[in-house]
């Protein structure tokens, strides 16, 4: 009797004193040069206050979230110079606090710093105890040993649902498998097709996105894109988010972000200019799983966009798998000087048959004139690695995207040239009929056997033209 009696004092103390808890983060979720958005998620409502301050100095610096919630969104300010700065995060529950343990973070680099960020798209969580794939959680864990300042993730975190509440699930697992990583930098966020719910199409997933993430608030109309389509810099970068899967437009970089990012990348005072969105604009033969081609004028209308204004890199995710060569196959009939890198292989089931089959993330560096990348597959291996080198700025040369002067003939074309450079000759399945180093003033013949469309590019070394070209025998 008396053992029941001081159990039941037990259960009914330890019900009155249950002390609140962290359900995830904090999370950085956004760094400007001024500020630093942190999130965190408590299981009871509490007060939140951070103290912070430069590493190797006091912690003397709050911010406080004073209204009592579960989900806490502190904004902290008063940087100075330095980068590197540590924090602790305490949480008030009636009479008890709790306190996380020292952590640090980075401030954006400088321009003329160098910087290494990861990228990584395709998780794909469910709801559930087994809803992370273990290939997610390998990949979080590498990221986090090479220490980038931040994470790009190229959309599709979660299946998504015809339920918000498993959709909120399935976030609450995306989070579990990054909370280590968001301790000290962001993970900045691209929305994809099964984020956005266009898969199951009877709610709109980006408005659950917005409020499951905090991300920077300058989006072209915000009442469409809070939070989905946004910018910011980093050393010597400027980097634009778009959306490519608007829940009524999937598929499409519409004119209103394509407006916003034109106007933004002319003002943009970094070498290097990239953009990155969930659906590829360019794929193999037969894409089935829906890509920006679906609408080649919209699409050629983004890469205009990019083109016009020097963007070097324009990553994806949605195909599972790490491709940096539109397949290979198509050549579209546009300037493609604009790299497109894929990388989907962050969890998802991956795709085979194009190469590039392997779980794995990318970690790019940009560091004085080169942006290099090395795709890293789950054991740690590095199965790719290329660099792209900034051209100079546009004030100081005017590109030069001259294209060798034609002439068509009876049996072919001629090509002469008022610069070297390499020209490349393909049929309209992408074959390379013909490749030729154009020297200034001389004429160089090709003759094809048949009739055809054919394309032909030339790279000088900092610019790529190409053109289609119609011959009958
Ligand atoms: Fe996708």
């Not at 990221?143 to 649902?161: E, K, N, T, W």
Request: aromatic residues 16%; negative net charge; contains cysteine.
């Amino acid at each position: 009797m008396k053992f029941i009696f001081v159990s039941i004092l037990v259960l009914f103390f330890s019900s009155q004193a249950r002390a609140v808890s962290f359900v995830h983060g904090p999370r950085i979720a956004s760094v400007f040069r001024d500020s630093v958005f942190m999130t965190a998620e408590t299981d009871q409502n509490c007060l939140l206050e951070v103290i912070f301050g430069e590493q190797g100095g006091p912690m003397s610096e709050t911010a406080f979230c004073s209204v009592s919630d579960t989900f806490h969104t502190a904004v902290l300010r008063n940087f100075g110079s330095s980068r590197n700065w540590r924090y602790s995060v305490r949480a008030y529950f009636a009479s008890e606090t709790i306190q996380t343990p020292v952590r640090t973070f980075r401030m954006p680099a400088a321009p003329g710093e160098s910087f290494t960020f990861a990228v990584l798209g395709d998780a794909h969580c469910r709801a559930g105890s087994s809803g992370i794939s273990t290939h997610f959680r390998s990949l979080i864990e590498l990221i986090c040993q090479y220490d980038p300042d931040f994470v790009l993730f190229l959309g599709d975190g979660i299946h998504g649902s015809y339920y918000p509440g498993e959709m909120r699930q399935q976030w609450d697992n995306f989070k579990e498998a990054t909370d280590t990583i968001t301790f000290n930098r962001p993970v900045f966020m691209v929305i994809g097709n099964h984020d956005a719910n266009t898969y199951y199409q009877n709610f709109n997933g980006g408005d659950i996105f917005a409020d499951e993430f905090e991300f920077p608030k300058n989006a072209p109309v915000p009442q469409f894109y809070e939070e989905l389509v946004y910018h910011f810099e980093w050393g010597d970068a400027c980097f634009y988010i778009l959306d490519s899967d608007y829940y009524l437009t999937p598929e499409i970089i519409d004119i209103y972000q394509r407006n916003w990012l034109n106007q933004n990348l002319q003002s943009c005072p970094r070498r290097f200019k990239i953009t990155a969105h969930h659906e590829h604009a360019w794929s193999y033969e037969g894409d089935l799983y829906g890509f920006l081609g679906e609408h080649p004028a919209e699409r050629d209308a983004y890469w205009k966009v990019l083109r016009d204004n020097g963007v070097i890199l324009d990553m994806a995710g949605h195909i599972h798998l790490y491709n940096r060569n539109f397949f290979g196959r198509t050549l579209p009939d546009t300037v493609m000087c604009v790299k497109q890198l894929i990388s989907g292989g962050g969890g998802g089931s991956i795709v085979g048959g194009y190469g590039g089959d392997f779980y794995h993330f990318c970690l790019i560096e940009i560091g004085g004139n080169s942006l290099s990348v090395t795709a890293i597959d789950e054991t740690g291996t590095v199965r790719d690695a290329f660099s792209l080198t900034a051209v100079e700025e546009k004030d100081d040369i005017e590109p030069d995207f001259s294209f060798p002067e034609v002439t068509y003939m009876q049996d072919g074309f001629g090509f002469r040239g008022g610069k070297s450079g390499e020209l490349t000759l393909f049929d309209i399945s992408g074959r390379i009929l013909f490749e030729k180093k154009i020297n200034p003033g001389v004429c160089e013949f090709f003759s094809p056997q048949c009739s055809g469309i054919f394309f032909a590019s030339f790279d000088d070394g900092l610019y790529v033209n190409s053109i289609k070209l119609s011959f009958l025998r």
